[in-house]
């Protein structure tokens, strides 16, 4: 599938928008169809470093074409998001 820049201008005017929100990957799904969005808890995704960081979340590109996941900073590669929530949010 791979990210546009089209796309990743929607994923931040929904985080700017409703980062706070209970439904916060079904409201992007909504305006990306068919890609897929999960959350999960910083500590759960280690060491890497996110492709982008919002007060609340911090985003990583998920490259899901082969065998096995693997996170990438490539936008063009990316078949999926995964939004991994910060412990202490940015002011």
């Known amino acids: ?3 546009t820049n089209q ?7 929904v985080l700017a928008d409703h980062e706070a929100a209970p439904d916060l990957p079904t ?12 959350r999960c808890d910083e500590t759960d995704v280690g060491p890497d470093v996110p492709f ?3 007060s609340k979340y911090q985003m ?3 490259d899901g074409r082969g065998h096995c996941w693997n996170l990438t900073t490539d936008p063009g590669s990316a ?6 929530r910060r412990k202490a949010p940015l002011p």
């Open 1 to 3: 599938m791979g990210l």
């Open 7 to 13: 796309d990743l201008t929607i994923i931040d005017e």
């Open 27 to 38: 409201r992007i799904r909504s305006r990306i169809p068919g890609l897929l969005v999960t």
């Open 52 to 54: 982008r960081t919002y």
């Open 60 to 62: 990583f590109l998920v």
């Open 79 to 84: 078949t999926a998001l995964l939004l991994a």
